[in-house]
């Protein structure tokens, strides 16, 4: 394609090169391969599952260390709370009470979701904020006929001439209500990371947010601070990064010919949660523990949580103790028969790493570049919760092009919908991937790897969008945790379920977990 000198200076703004718009083009011509599943992880085949006493020995093992080491907690928290309010924003769109009742309009749209929300109505944290602002408006009126209540509770509940809790970031939004005060969930992963990202009394913590929010988060951390603090005895170091301009994706027509903005410009969307890659490559840390911001929990089940945090740190520094010594036999020493066999157990039944099928036929100095490549990773450990139907990725047996098989957390909209052999082995998965990640981005040196050369790039994602009414298809970069991550050395271990606790629509704030009481 010819870019116009218009073109070319939007993509020196954004710091994307001629050469990578051409790569995405290519891309949505030839399409992006489905995963090749060979089977799901389940227990004792890709996913460790430990005893009271394994899980103790871990948590007790980081316990010890953790004060030597520098923790981290990433949390991509870029996502707005609009999603979490769909039916409602077409509840507000479609419902006249001077035509019908709600409950008439629920059994006409089969609109569960809006049941659910009237009835635990006064069990959501922001219930009485609502409640006093619409007796401030309407004064007497305010106890007008039921269903125009409800439809003004929802106005005011969402719009900008009210609360607009509709266009908050969802890391801001009220989730928990506590006997005097509400927290949303920023403050929860504040709280939860004094429970294991602690050392030496100071818990660091990196949102990724979007630029325009900034001084939302800013102030929020501000005005709790004090309070936080005080109650946990941690001093809080908290920092915030923006996806890159640079990894921006085109759009492109269904025909795959280039998107263009009203005024002629290239039209870029944002590259999904893939691009957080560069973001988390920019931190300095010995362990540094991933979860959503949505993923948080009420006071009382924090401890459980966090002891399961522990528990897959342990497990990361017990993995690293191991892989970093053989790192230093083989630069140190000359490697003899037995180590050469005890570094391909290690690699085999730790990691679940198949060695390339023609191992054997290796040369000794090839063999022991080979295991060196292998052992000398950034390492994750990836919690896993039993599967109860959620949509998202989970953990697969996959073969690359290369013949290599590893495991891998895989979405769905990576398997191929056509496929009954694939399709059969997704509904066979007994596990599910909760975002539930510790990682090790240091070589044995105590030197960060460059995390950008351990993605699968042809794990990108085709995804369909609309603009202006019309379809498109937008590219997104591999996933953080899919293949972004795709060749660290990887395990995986079940947690139990308290420790996923999504928040993806308003009435996921009813359940247990986010309940006080």
């Known amino acids: 394609m010819t870019f116009t000198e218009k073109d070319i200076a939007l993509l020196k703004k954004k710091g994307i090169t001629q050469d990578q718009v051409k790569e995405q083009l290519t ?92 009835v635990g109505l006064d069990s959501f944290p ?12 309407f004064k007497k009126d305010h106890q007008a006929d039921i269903n125009v209540n409800r ?37 929860e992963h504040l709280y939860e990371a004094s429970l294991y990202a602690r050392s030496n009394e100071k818990a660091r913590l990196h949102f990724t947010i979007s630029e325009e ?12 601070k004090t309070k936080i603090e005080k109650r946990t005895q941690t ?14 994706t085109i759009a492109v027509t269904m025909d795959n010919e280039i998107v263009r ?46 002891y399961h945090k522990k528990v897959l740190a342990g497990k990361l520094l017990q993995l690293q103790d191991k892989a970093f010594d053989y790192l230093k036999i083989i630069a140190t020493q000359t490697l003899q028969e037995a ?25 000794e100095n090839y063999k022991i570049d080979y295991l060196r490549e292998q052992l000398d990773r950034p390492i994750r450990v990836c919690g896993m919760v039993k599967n109860e139907g959620e949509p998202g990725g989970g953990p697969f047996w996959v073969k690359h ?29 007994t596990h599910f991937n909760p975002v539930d990640i510790v990682c090790g981005i240091k070589n044995y040196k105590g030197e960060k790897y460059d995390l950008k050369k351990y993605i699968d790039k042809k794990a990108a994602f085709i995804t369909h969008k609309t603009i202006n009414g019309k379809p498109i298809k937008a590219l997104e970069h591999p996933g953080l945790w899919n293949g972004a991550m795709a060749h660290w050395n990887t395990i995986f271990v079940e947690v139990p379920l308290i420790t996923f606790n999504p928040v993806k629509t308003v009435n996921d704030l009813l359940k247990p977990a986010h309940q006080v009481s």
């Open 27 to 118: 891309t949505f011509n030839y399409g992006v391969p489905y995963s090749d599943l060979r089977d799901p992880a389940m227990i004792e085949h890709g996913i460790y599952k430990y005893n009271a006493q394994e899980k103790e020995d871990l948590a007790l093992l980081f316990e010890r260390r953790k004060e030597k080491l520098s923790l981290l907690k990433f949390v991509p928290a870029s996502g707005a709370a609009t999603r979490m309010f769909k039916f409602l924003f077409t509840f507000l769109d479609e419902y006249d009470p001077e035509v019908e009742t709600v409950n008439g309009y629920i059994n006409r749209k089969e609109a569960q979701g809006l049941r659910l929300f009237f």
């Open 401 to 429: 092009e290369s013949g290599r098989i590893s495991l891998q957390i895989v979405e769905s909209v990576q398997i191929d919908p056509k496929s009954e052999q694939q399709q059969s082995i997704k509904v066979a998965s």
């Open 151 to 187: 439809l003004r509770f929802v106005k005011m509940m969402l719009s900008e001439e009210g609360l607009g809790l509709g266009n908050q970031p969802k890391g801001l939004f009220p989730f928990h209500r506590y006997k005097n005060h509400n927290t949303s969930a920023f403050e």
């Open 261 to 306: 903005q009203t005024d002629g410009s290239l039209y870029f969307r944002p590259g999904g949660h893939g691009a957080l890659i560069e973001n988390l490559n920019e931190q300095q840390a010995d362990i540094i523990f991933i979860k959503n911001i949505d993923n948080v929990v009420v006071s009382k089940f924090e401890t459980e949580v966090a």
């Open 235 to 248: 001093t809080f170091d908290i920092s915030y990064s923006y996806q890159k301009p640079s990894t921006d």
């Open 213 to 224: 929010h900034k001084e939302k988060f800013e102030q929020q951390f501000e005005k709790q």
């Open 339 to 363: 180590h050469i066999l005890e570094i391909v157990h290690f690699l085999q039944d730790t990691f679940s790493l198949k060695l390339a099928p023609d191992f054997e036929k290796y040369s």
């Open 126 to 137: 922001f219930y009485s904020t609502v409640r006093k602002k619409l007796k401030k408006r």
